[in-house]
């Protein structure tokens, strides 16, 4: 168990650019969630996927924001032409979703910085 | 809807002192409560959580919480606080995070 990892830990972009961002969750764990967190703020929830299906997306997310769960494993998040308001950590959690025991295990991130 | 509310962005507790970090929830169905922590500069980590059972809930690091029903509180405690239990607190319905308290115990 190597944890969930995230790639990569930091990007920098201008303004207009898209950006993808890509998690790895540990590898038994079904349930996949994508966050956003500025400082000093609790993590924002931007969707989640169940194996490959999303199953929900927050009504706040712009449009510009897209994830995909393809095979049910890894995920990536893209952001198509990047704000300057869109600078923020990037958090990816994952969980075996159970009954009602369900526990997120969160990778350490990737910091966008948007020029 | 699901919400959590932390009402305190900042709370300063002396060494040894009991810690009390405070969180009210709202949610229909059943109240899946947790508490994560954030360290600086280190990913946020899963304390303890409440499904069912018993309404005082142990968890990581000697901290507890209390479900409180009627009261529709889940508050985070532990009897002596240390300086290395200064971090960021969040409490969470299910996937839903709240704003976070900052943690400071003082020598």
């Known amino acids: 168990d190597t944890g969930v990892s995230q790639d990569p830990r930091h990007k920098i972009t201008k303004r207009g650019q898209n950006v993808t961002f890509r998690c790895d969750p540990i590898?038994?764990?079904?349930?996949l969630y994508w966050y956003r967190q500025t400082l000093g703020q609790g993590p924002e929830f931007l969707t989640y996927f169940q194996n490959e299906a999303q199953l929900e997306k927050s009504r706040l997310l712009s449009d510009r924001f897209s994830a995909e769960r393809p095979k049910g494993s890894f995920s990536t998040l893209e952001i198509q032409r990047t704000e300057q308001g869109d600078s923020a950590m990037y958090l990816c959690?994952?969980?075996?979703?159970?009954?009602?025991?369900?526990?997120?295990?969160f990778g350490s991130g990737t910091q966008l910085s948007v020029l | 809807a699901q919400s959590v509310a932390q009402p305190e962005d900042q709370v300063n507790v002396a060494e040894g002192n009991p810690l009390t970090v405070k969180c009210t929830y709202s949610v229909s169905g059943n109240p899946y409560l947790f508490w994560y922590v954030q360290y600086p500069n280190r990913g946020l980590q899963f304390l303890l959580k409440y499904i069912t059972g018993d309404n005082l809930v142990k968890g990581s690091y000697g901290f507890e919480a209390e479900f409180n029903k009627s009261q529709t509180s889940f508050h985070l405690k532990k009897p002596s606080a240390l300086v290395s239990d200064s971090a960021l607190y969040f409490c969470a319905v299910r996937a839903i995070f709240g704003t976070g308290t900052s943690l400071t115990v003082i020598p």
């Open positions: 959690a994952s969980s075996l979703a159970e009954a009602t025991n369900e526990k997120l295990f």
């Open positions: 590898s038994e764990h079904n349930r």
